[in-house]
């Protein structure tokens, strides 16, 4: 039967599955079975794709049932490791975490999402008890419980349309964590006889029990030693040693999961970088785990003190040779500065790009094959220019009058090499496309009511998408063969929005990050026309002011 998953719900859902096949097993005569149970469910994730939501709510409902079953047939078993070795809080969060899923879809909303972070509290206390407990009998029978706990984490968060890849990749660090610990030992002594020679290794488990295993060599007549394999032998498999001897511990189960959970992971991950202002400086974030941003140095030092980062704009390089890499733009001191971000992580140095005749308090930037298009708007009034595949940089130019006082800029550049340039002026959004011959279009209106604050645009592949801040909250629309979509989707948001950012990942799905309350959350758009139920968090971003994403 063919069942069409979307991500990142899809993925979320058989998640629960990949981890469910492993509750309830505690020696290895289970292991087998359940490997092959972890990997259908995987194979079903990795090779269907759609946008069928009644598919995906069933895709998730199968998850569910297949867990509870698991749940159901080795219930007593875990909670029996799980009395007889666990600390009391974790006992209480695991068969809690049992509980809830049996009652997931009668819960308001709300409850959904509390109960969901709960659930990941208790898998993380049983993944950090994992790596801390001096017993490893303990520490062994752990992976059931952290199983069973982030199958269900992964149920919850599909069902409260919560982002579930910073959990993941803390599931996944535990069960690194746990397989280190687990892992025999190993040695080997050498024996020679005649004009052969045997070293022969021994594996140790935890547990005491062992296994051993032999490769030969043979002289080479020139005073050393050649490899010797017997006739219709194989080359010798010190893993297979390994395996042989952890056979009645989990070990070998949390190595064959551990691949597919991290490219399940790969499967959630949208190529994504957000870069902000926060309390003045500047802050990166990448799509590689949990939402923590990171904290950039700063081009521009008096008397030891950094000048203030007052605005922030980051584009990807689309160049074929270079592509992947990221520029980073920021306001320091009235003045634009450039930085690049390379493939294997490293940066340039901050350069300044200023010259341009005032006092700069936004930017904003798009790329198009590695001609990089950079506007700022400088005492009110939008600045261009670009940066060619070869780093040379044109003149700043003001192509023509902004209507108005700008406060705000953002670009796009389409399929056809256009850039399209949306800025807030004096409360309102408006529109001009640049032409791949130079040639500029007049300003015209969005068209909405209210005073705008922020603006972001981004090209899915086949529209220009625009998001605004209008009185605090974020309304959506498309541009769709050069005619905007009427009216402005409203979508709302907890609090009060200032600034918003967008981006397109490699899956055509829109990530947008909205500036609430000087905090910043996430929240998708689906290329198959749908929205995540709610704006999922980033951590520790209070005092944010400036958002961009690429």
């Not at 021994?202 to 060599?217: I, L, M, Q």
């Not at 009058?401 to 409360?427: E, I, K, M, N, Y």
């Amino acid at each position: 039967m063919e069942r069409i998953l979307r991500r990142p719900l899809a993925m979320l859902a058989v998640l629960a599955g990949v981890v469910g096949a492993t509750l309830g097993v505690a020696r290895p005569a289970h292991a087998d079975d359940t490997f092959v149970y972890v990997e259908a469910n995987f194979d079903i994730a990795v090779s269907f794709g759609g946008n069928d939501t009644a598919e995906i709510k069933r895709a998730i409902e199968a998850a569910k049932r297949e867990i509870l079953a698991e749940i159901a047939a080795s219930e007593k078993r875990i909670l029996d490791y799980i009395d007889q070795n666990l600390e009391a809080d974790i006992t209480t969060c695991v068969r809690t975490s049992s509980g809830d899923l049996v009652d997931v879809d009668t819960m308001d909303p709300v409850s959904r999402r509390l109960i969901t972070r709960a659930i990941d509290e208790c898998a993380n206390r049983a993944g950090i008890l994992a790596g801390q407990v001096q017993n490893l009998g303990v520490a062994d029978r752990l992976a059931v419980a952290m199983a069973e706990v982030q199958a269900i984490s992964a149920v919850f968060h599909a069902k409260a349309g919560v982002e579930m890849q910073g959990q993941l990749a803390n599931f996944i660090s535990d069960f690194e964590v746990l397989f280190s610990r687990l892992t025999p030992a190993c040695t080997y002594r050498d024996l020679q006889y005649g004009g052969f020679r045997t070293r022969e290794h021994t594996c140790t488990a935890y547990n005491g029990e062992f296994a051993r295993g032999s490769e030969h060599w043979r002289g080479n007549g020139q005073g050393g030693w050649d490899p010797w394999i017997p006739p219709g032998g194989t080359p010798f498999n010190l893993e297979a040693v390994k395996e042989q001897a952890a056979a009645n511990t989990n070990w070998r189960l949390v190595k064959q999961s551990l691949p597919l959970l991290r490219t399940a992971l790969d499967k959630l991950r949208r190529d994504l970088v957000v870069c902000g202002v926060q309390f003045g400086q500047v802050t990166f974030w990448e799509d590689d785990g949990p939402l923590i941003w990171d904290i950039l140095d700063h081009p521009l030092r008096a008397n030891g003190a950094a000048k203030e980062a007052t605005a922030v704009a980051t584009a990807l390089d689309t160049h074929p040779e270079s592509k992947n890499r990221r520029h980073l733009l920021a306001v320091f001191d009235g003045g634009v500065h450039h930085r690049i971000r390379n493939q294997n992580g490293s940066w340039s140095p901050w350069v300044s790009i200023g010259n341009h005749p005032g006092t700069a308090s936004a930017v904003a930037a798009a790329d198009a094959a590695g001609q990089l298009h950079v506007l700022a708007v400088v005492d009110g009034q939008i600045h261009h220019r670009m940066r060619g595949v070869d780093g040379s940089w044109t003149p700043w130019t003001k192509p023509g009058d902004t209507p108005g006082t700008a406060t705000a800029v953002a670009a796009a550049v389409d399929g056809a090499s256009r850039l399209h340039v949306l800025a807030v002026v004096d409360g309102k959004v408006r529109h001009r496309i640049r032409h791949g011959n130079g040639a500029w279009t007049e300003f015209t209106p969005a068209g909405h009511g209210g005073t705008a604050t922020g603006v972001t645009a981004l090209f899915d592949g086949t529209n220009v998408q625009v998001a605004a801040v209008i009185d605090g909250q974020l309304h959506h629309k498309f541009q769709v063969d050069d005619n905007w979509t009427l009216p402005w989707n409203y979508l709302g948001n907890p609090g009060t929005a200032t600034a918003v950012a967008g981006a397109v990942d490699p899956n055509g799905d829109a990530q947008f990050t909205l500036i609430i309350d000087d905090e910043a959350y996430q929240r998708t758009r689906f290329a198959a026309a749908y929205w995540t139920e709610r704006w999922v968090k980033h951590v520790e971003t209070i005092g944010t002011s400036a958002v961009s994403a690429s």
